[in-house]
């Protein structure tokens, strides 16, 4: 075949959909192995290749990594026994945790590995694109590794929480997928969608243990700590997340503070994370709950009701 031929042959002028034409350049027959965005345009959905930049000195194997990377393996090994059972093979996890606790992280580095070995990764922001994105993807790709990534869980299905139901499970569930879900506020989710075959496991992440307090000093300072500081340091951090790790590391290795200095200030700022924006989740709850049942009952009316909602929000900012 000469290079012209090859040429023409790889060269798509056109795509058809019916009787509709639309020019094109060259096409893929498959995904090149990534991490997606899943958008949309007059022109239809489209999947749009992401770099995923993951920091080389936080890739420690943590408990919470090594269970998650555990599952989603053996999820990929056992399609045959869900085929047999006659079950969809797909599967759903929250992960949620208190901010700062590496949720990200940690799906960074399983994403890496789904790329790793050649598979697809769709980040999704917008529900229904995300079921039409899948339904099209097995069309051209039914084999396929794919995990979701579902960020901020909480705010998603506020925002489009019956297509992700039927996604996960209803009409438009599809198989060959595994949905990975992270919250900081675990409550927020309603019941109805911390179920199996919607959400199948919800796992939480605590603060790091010993060893990966350990593990993650040593991997940020390497040889140019000794290692009995480096255990120090993981002893004295106990209940801290990683973002209260990092900011104990700038402050004693780069700035020069002392720890003792360093951990009074970090103890006083609250590792648990649970807040409303400054405002206390739990005495939020409590108190828009006392006011949902005051209007039930009609002791007050919608409009004054609004109102306090809204300055017990801004009281809170």
């Given at each position: 075949?000469?290079?012209?031929?090859?040429?023409?042959?790889?060269?798509?002028?056109?795509?058809?959909?019916?009787?509709?034409?639309?020019?094109?350049?060259?096409?893929?027959?498959?995904?090149?192995?990534?991490?997606?965005?899943?958008?949309?345009d007059m022109r239809g959905l489209f999947f749009e290749k992401v770099e995923v930049k993951t920091d080389a000195l936080i890739k420690i194997n943590t408990s919470k990594y090594n269970y998650l990377m555990e599952e989603i393996n053996k999820f990929w090994e056992s399609k045959n026994k869900f085929t047999d059972l006659?079950?969809?093979?797909?599967?759903?996890?929250?992960?949620?945790?208190?901010?700062?606790?590496?949720?990200?992280?940690?799906?960074?580095?399983?994403?890496?590995?789904?790329?790793?070995?050649?598979?697809?990764?769709?980040?999704?922001?917008?529900?229904?694109?995300?079921?039409?994105?899948?339904?099209?993807?097995?069309?051209?790709?039914?084999?396929?590794?794919?995990?979701?990534?579902?960020?901020?869980?909480?705010?998603?299905?506020?925002?489009g929480g019956k297509a992700l139901s039927d996604l996960l499970d209803g009409p438009n569930s599809i198989g060959d997928v595994f949905y990975l879900a992270s919250t900081n506020y675990i409550d927020r989710i309603p019941a109805r969608m911390k179920r199996p075959s919607r959400f199948d496991r919800i796992v939480e992440?605590?603060?790091?243990?010993?060893?990966?307090?350990?593990?993650?000093?040593?991997?940020?300072?390497?040889?140019?700590?000794?290692?009995?500081?480096?255990?120090?340091?993981?002893?004295?951090?106990?209940?801290?997340?990683?973002?209260?790790?990092?900011?104990?590391?700038?402050?004693?290795?780069?700035?020069?503070?002392?720890?003792?200095?360093?951990?009074?200030?970090?103890?006083?700022?609250?590792?648990?994370?649970?807040?409303?924006?400054?405002?206390?989740?739990?005495?939020?709850?409590?108190?828009?709950?006392?006011?949902?049942?005051?209007?039930?009952?009609?002791?007050?009316?919608?409009?004054?009701?609004?109102?306090?909602?809204?300055?017990?929000?801004?009281?809170?900012?």
């Open positions: 075949m000469s290079k012209v031929e090859q040429l023409l042959e790889n060269l798509t002028q056109f795509t058809r959909t019916g009787n509709l034409f639309r020019s094109a350049g060259t096409t893929e027959k498959i995904l090149e192995a990534g991490v997606y965005n899943i958008g949309a006659g079950f969809v093979n797909k599967r759903a996890f929250i992960v949620h945790s208190a901010p700062g606790m590496g949720k990200s992280c940690v799906f960074k580095q399983v994403m890496e590995n789904m790329v790793k070995a050649s598979n697809i990764t769709f980040i999704a922001t917008h529900t229904g694109l995300l079921a039409e994105a899948v339904k099209e993807f097995r069309e051209v790709e039914p084999e396929r590794k794919l995990l979701v990534i579902l960020e901020e869980l909480d705010e998603m299905v506020y925002n992440m605590g603060p790091p243990s010993e060893e990966d307090r350990y593990e993650y000093f040593k991997a940020k300072l390497g040889l140019n700590e000794e290692d009995d500081k480096i255990r120090q340091y993981a002893k004295v951090t106990k209940d801290y997340s990683f973002a209260h790790m990092k900011e104990f590391l700038v402050s004693v290795c780069c700035l020069g503070n002392t720890i003792e200095d360093t951990l009074e200030r970090l103890n006083s700022m609250a590792p648990e994370g649970y807040t409303y924006g400054g405002y206390d989740e739990s005495k939020f709850q409590e108190e828009f709950k006392q006011l949902q049942e005051s209007a039930l009952l009609g002791r007050i009316n919608r409009v004054p009701l609004a109102n306090q909602i809204l300055q017990s929000l801004n009281e809170g900012k």
